[in-house]
DNA sequence: CACCCTCGAGTTCA
DNA sequence: CTCGAGGGTG
């Protein structure tokens, strides 16, 4: 790029930064049908109706768009194919029948009524074609008499470019085809791409040697397959064929054969797999819109289990009669549809990084973010882990960046559009001193990266986070008591002072507590204040409502009456009930409820089940603790330290003044109670999706009753994995593992009857 | 010294 | 649910 030209496309990125993405869209297809038209007359007129440096600003304003929103990139883009770069690189081949794009859809409602309309212009029922989308390089291939005589890009759509030389080194692709069956010319359109893992060793590859990192797998084929080898040293050349020998092809199209011994899409499949052309794998024939929409959906969950990228699913029409009857519009065919899935990456603006503090006073950086739609959900916000990290990424506050969502759920920003930088970001620097309470942050020990808030007894946000954690699943199971309640416990706008200073005294709330407390009112968008009037904050409670005529509990001499007739609110009354019933569960909860650093559930169940109450572990030593099973030096230092605190001897203290039972009723002491000789003794089971007939807590708690282990990970020492619906990579990693697999109903058998029931049943034959 | 496992954190969904 | 960090165990 001439220096003229970088300074258009950074001229041009910062305009373009600010436009909501429909108008993004809508000018990317202006300028799209620009360049087109400036092409077709350049190679179809032999005529130039626009100067150079008029062309040139095009391209420019299309690339920053499509850095700025990938997904608007279609497959068709003049910023992939002829005069990208100068045009006159490769040479143009008109295409023997035009290449059509497909018109998208992007919902369910929408397909089927794509597939509605396909049958009643059709006048009935028609099967569909459903193959997989994939996200590579349109490819048309042209043999005569059996023999490839060219290869080209898609361009756009009736000029293509000629890559012939750089095809013939693909492996998938070949020279000839098999049989005579063929006639005199093929031309078959098909997709190359990049499976998945070979873009990644790509990219490594082009890392090690300093070269620019492809976006996606499309454009890297883009890029693989347009490399020019005059000029490249050999060492490149090398490099480039090793590349091109792990493009693939698969075909998905024909054209330019007027009479078919075949009368189906899927047919034309057959005979080209026939002839030696690799076909895709993934395809099936539908016979009803809602099987086709079955097989959307299906891969819709299942993107990442296929070799490759795919974007969408393609869907076309079986009978071949019924293509020319449905006809096609001026861009594309009516017998076709393609679905495209949410993208899974996007780019969006990075408009600050927060420092928030967590339960264990660890100060995490986050990146708040324009909010975006990525793999079908709005994200906001990413963690960014530490300092490290966000200096890792070379991400800067005003930045924009790429953001996906790791495994699919987790949001992750993977780093800046260096391009789009306008000189105003600025880098981001960690605060010294807690967000929160203003404590100096330091690292726990000397070397440690992360920074903690020192201040564990009185940070708002620790003390915050503790509550919330006592209520958490893991820890007492309290309903009601959640981020949002926590928060109101402990750091209210009125009263001044909390209820809950620490959580020493969450278990002595009264209902007058709860009902005195008001909160700000915050915007939901925004996260800050809402105001009133006159410029006062909002604020309400959460534990009162207005009292209603109607209201069976309705009391005229009720104890919160002098309140403009409030009445405590039926979240408030559930918290309390629950507070009083979460008083006796089980030891090892209240011990997990306690916050020690390094005691989740599974050692806090070893550890209850030896000592049998707090004030025996509280009492035991350092070794005393080592002892137990699944405890060593630094979890049994982690207890010793933690009740040498003043503070948190309180906490077990008040708690126990208050009613909670933080002894196993009928335990002997420690050393004592040890469940052995359960039917699941010395197995370990793993328990993933949902089974039929037990909770989450429940299957694990079935395992541990039987004596079997219940572990949280699928290793090659695991057992059993007990897998239902929505199964993830557990279930996954067992099949790697082949690890036995069973279903709920066997799941139930094992925890009742042990594995030996199981084969009996396995051998009794209810197969078939 | 390898594993293998648990902990802890952030996030979104039903 | 997934990742990194770091503890526990053979």
Same mark, same amino acid.
């Given at each position: 790029?001439?220096?003229?030209?970088?300074?258009a496309?950074?001229?041009?990125?910062?305009?373009?930064?600010?436009?909501?993405?429909?108008?993004?869209r809508?000018?990317?297809?202006?300028?799209?049908e620009?360049?087109?038209g400036?092409?077709?007359?350049?190679?179809?007129?032999?005529?130039?109706?626009?100067?150079?440096?008029?062309?040139?600003?095009?391209?420019?304003?299309?690339?920053?768009?499509?850095?700025?929103?990938p997904?608007l990139?279609?497959?068709?883009?003049?910023t992939?194919?002829?005069?990208?770069?100068? +045009?006159?690189?490769?040479?143009?081949?008109?295409?023997?029948?035009?290449? !059509?794009?497909?018109?998208?859809?992007? =919902?369910?409602?929408?397909?089927l =009524?794509?597939?509605?309309?396909?049958?009643?212009?059709?006048?009935?029922?028609v099967?569909?074609l459903?193959?997989?989308?994939?996200?590579?390089?349109?490819? @048309?291939? %042209?043999? &005569?008499?059996?023999?490839?005589?060219?290869?080209?890009?898609r +361009?756009? +759509?009736?000029?293509?470019?000629?890559?012939?030389?750089?095809?013939?080194?693909?492996?998938?692709?070949?020279?000839?085809?098999?049989?005579?069956?063929?006639?005199?010319?093929v031309?078959?359109?098909?997709?190359? /791409?990049?499976?998945?893992?070979? /873009?990644? =060793?790509?990219?490594?590859?082009?890392?090690?040697?300093?070269?620019?990192? /492809?976006?996606?797998?499309r454009?890297?084929?883009?890029?693989?397959?347009?490399q020019?080898?005059?000029?490249?040293?050999?060492?490149?050349?090398?490099?480039?064929? *090793?590349?091109?020998?792990?493009?693939?092809?698969?075909?998905?199209g024909?054209?330019?054969?007027?009479?078919?011994?075949?009368?189906? *899409?899927s +047919?034309?499949?057959?005979?080209?797999?026939?002839?030696?052309?690799?076909?895709?794998?993934?395809?099936?024939?539908?016979?009803?819109?809602?099987?086709?929409?079955?097989?959307?959906?299906?891969?819709?969950?299942? $993107?990442?289990? #296929?070799?490759?990228?795919?974007?969408?699913? #393609?869907?076309?029409?079986?009978?071949?009669?019924?293509?020319?009857?449905l006809?096609?519009?001026? $861009?594309?065919?009516?017998?076709?549809?393609?679905?495209?899935?949410?993208?899974?990456?996007?780019?969006?603006?990075?408009?600050?990084?927060?420092?928030?503090?967590?339960?264990?006073?660890?100060?995490?950086?986050?990146?708040?973010?324009?909010?975006?739609?990525?793999?079908?959900?709005?994200?906001?916000?990413?963690?960014?882990?530490?300092?490290?990290?966000?200096?890792?990424?070379?991400?800067?506050?005003?930045?924009?960046?790429?953001?996906?969502?790791?495994?699919?759920?987790?949001?992750?920003?993977?780093?800046?559009?260096?391009?789009? %930088?306008?000189?105003?970001? %600025?880098?981001f620097?960690?605060?010294?001193?807690?967000p929160?309470?203003?404590? %100096?942050?330091?690292?726990?020990?000397?070397?440690?990266?992360?920074? $903690?808030?020192?201040?564990?007894?009185?940070?708002?946000?620790?003390v915050?986070? $503790?509550?919330?954690?006592?209520?958490?699943?893991?820890?007492?199971?309290? &309903?009601? !008591?959640?981020?949002?309640?926590?928060?109101?416990?402990?750091?209210?706008?009125?009263?001044?002072?909390?209820?809950?200073?620490?959580?020493?005294?969450? /278990?002595? !709330?009264?209902?007058?507590?709860?009902?005195?407390?008001d #909160?700000?009112?915050?915007d939901?968008?925004?996260?800050?204040?809402?105001?009133?009037?006159?410029?006062?904050?909002?604020?309400? @409670?959460?534990?009162?409502? *207005?009292?209603k005529? @109607?209201?069976?509990?309705?009391?005229?001499?009720?104890?919160?009456?002098?309140?403009?007739g409030?009445?405590?609110?039926?979240?408030a009354?559930?918290l309390?009930?629950?507070?009083?019933?979460?008083?006796?569960?089980?030891?090892?909860?209240?011990?997990?409820?306690?916050?020690?650093?390094?005691?989740?559930?599974?050692?806090?169940?070893?550890?209850?089940?030896?000592?049998?109450s707090?004030?025996?572990?509280?009492?035991?030593?350092r070794?005393?603790?080592?002892?137990?099973?699944?405890?060593?030096?630094?979890?049994?230092?982690?207890?010793?330290?933690?009740?040498d605190?003043?503070?948190h001897?309180?906490?077990?203290?008040?708690?126990?003044?208050a009613?909670?039972?933080?002894?196993?009723?009928?335990?002997?002491?420690?050393?004592?109670?040890?469940?052995?000789?359960?039917?699941?003794?010395?197995?370990?089971?793993?328990?993933?999706?949902s089974?039929?007939?037990?909770?989450?807590?429940?299957?694990? *708690?079935?395992?541990l009753?039987?004596?079997?282990?219940?572990?949280? =990970?699928?290793?090659?020492?695991?057992?059993?994995?007990?897998?239902?619906p929505?199964?993830?990579?557990? !279930?996954?990693?067992?099949?790697?593992?082949?690890?036995r697999?069973?279903?709920?109903?066997?799941?139930?058998?094992?925890?009742?009857?042990?594995?030996?029931?199981?084969?009996?049943?396995?051998?009794?034959?209810?197969?078939?």
């Amino acid at each position: 790029m001439t220096d003229a030209a970088t300074d258009a496309g950074a001229a041009a990125g910062a305009d373009i930064a600010d436009l909501p993405l429909e108008s993004a869209r809508a000018e990317a297809v202006r300028l799209t049908e620009l360049i087109l038209g400036a092409r077709d007359a350049y190679y179809g007129r032999d005529a130039e109706i626009v100067d150079d440096a008029t062309y040139d600003a095009w391209m420019h304003q299309l690339e920053a768009i499509e850095r700025l929103h990938p997904e608007l990139q279609g497959q068709d883009s003049p910023t992939l194919s002829v005069g990208a770069a100068s +045009g006159t690189l490769f040479a143009p081949v008109e295409h023997a029948e035009r290449m !059509l794009s497909l018109d998208n859809v992007f =919902s369910d409602a929408e397909f089927l =009524s794509w597939a509605a309309k396909v049958e009643r212009d059709a006048g009935r029922r028609v099967h569909y074609l459903c193959e997989l989308k994939i996200d590579g390089l349109a490819l @048309s291939l %042209r043999y &005569e008499n059996g023999r490839l005589v060219s290869a080209a890009t898609r +361009g756009d +759509g009736r000029v293509g470019e000629d890559v012939t030389d750089n095809v013939r080194q693909l492996r998938g692709i070949p020279q000839r085809l098999l049989g005579n069956g063929h006639p005199a010319l093929v031309e078959v359109r098909g997709e190359v /791409f990049f499976n998945v893992a070979d /873009f990644v =060793s790509l990219n490594a590859y082009q890392e090690t040697m300093g070269d620019r990192l /492809f976006a996606n797998p499309r454009n890297a084929a883009s890029g693989s397959l347009r490399q020019k080898t005059e000029g490249k040293n050999q060492r490149q050349l090398d490099a480039m064929h *090793q590349r091109l020998s792990r493009l693939r092809m698969t075909v998905h199209g024909i054209g330019a054969w007027p009479d078919p011994p075949v009368s189906t *899409q899927s +047919g034309i499949y057959e005979l080209l797999a026939s002839w030696g052309l690799p076909t895709s794998a993934y395809y099936t024939v539908a016979d009803s819109p809602d099987a086709a929409d079955a097989f959307i959906q299906h891969y819709g969950g299942h $993107r990442h289990d #296929v070799e490759h990228e795919i974007d969408g699913i #393609v869907v076309k029409v079986d009978e071949l009669a019924l293509h020319d009857e449905l006809g096609a519009t001026s $861009r594309a065919p009516r017998w076709a549809i393609a679905y495209k899935y949410p993208p899974e990456q996007v780019n969006t603006k990075l408009l600050d990084i927060v420092v928030s503090v967590g339960r264990t006073g660890r100060a995490t950086p986050f990146a708040v973010m324009e909010p975006a739609r990525v793999a079908g959900s709005v994200v906001r916000q990413a963690t960014l882990h530490n300092q490290d990290v966000v200096k890792a990424k070379g991400v800067l506050i005003g930045d924009t960046v790429v953001l996906r969502k790791a495994g699919d759920v987790i949001p992750e920003v993977l780093g800046p559009v260096v391009e789009l %930088r306008d000189g105003t970001e %600025r880098a981001f620097v960690m605060p010294a001193d807690c967000p929160e309470c203003g404590s %100096r942050l330091a690292p726990a020990k000397a070397g440690d990266i992360d920074l $903690r808030c020192p201040n564990a007894r009185s940070c708002p946000a620790q003390v915050r986070g $503790r509550v919330d954690h006592i209520g958490s699943r893991g820890a007492l199971d309290i &309903e009601g !008591l959640g981020e949002v309640s926590a928060a109101a416990l402990t750091q209210p706008v009125r009263p001044e002072t909390p209820p809950l200073v620490t959580e020493a005294g969450l /278990f002595d !709330l009264r209902a007058e507590d709860l009902f005195a407390i008001d #909160v700000v009112v915050r915007d939901a968008e925004t996260g800050l204040p809402r105001l009133l009037e006159d410029g006062s904050a909002d604020t309400r @409670s959460p534990f009162r409502r *207005q009292r209603k005529k @109607s209201d069976p509990a309705f009391q005229s001499d009720g104890p919160f009456d002098g309140d403009a007739g409030h009445i405590l609110s039926v979240a408030a009354t559930q918290l309390l009930v629950n507070l009083e019933a979460a008083k006796s569960k089980e030891l090892w909860r209240f011990l997990v409820a306690l916050n020690v650093r390094h005691v989740g559930p599974v050692a806090a169940r070893a550890l209850a089940q030896w000592f049998g109450s707090i004030d025996a572990i509280r009492a035991a030593s350092r070794d005393e603790l080592a002892a137990v099973e699944g405890v060593g030096g630094i979890i049994a230092d982690s207890l010793t330290d933690w009740f040498d605190v003043d503070w948190h001897r309180d906490i077990v203290d008040r708690w126990a003044a208050a009613g909670a039972q933080l002894a196993t009723p009928g335990h002997p002491g420690p050393g004592g109670a040890s469940v052995e000789g359960g039917v699941l003794e010395g197995l370990t089971v793993v328990a993933t999706g949902s089974l039929e007939g037990y909770s989450r807590e429940g299957a694990q *708690q079935a395992i541990l009753d039987a004596g079997g282990k219940a572990a949280s =990970s699928v290793s090659k020492k695991t057992d059993f994995v007990a897998a239902g619906p929505g199964a993830g990579s557990k !279930l996954a990693k067992a099949e790697e593992l082949g690890v036995r697999i069973i279903d709920a109903a066997q799941f139930h058998l094992l925890v009742t009857r042990g594995p030996d029931a199981l084969d009996a049943a396995a051998t009794s034959g209810t197969e078939g």
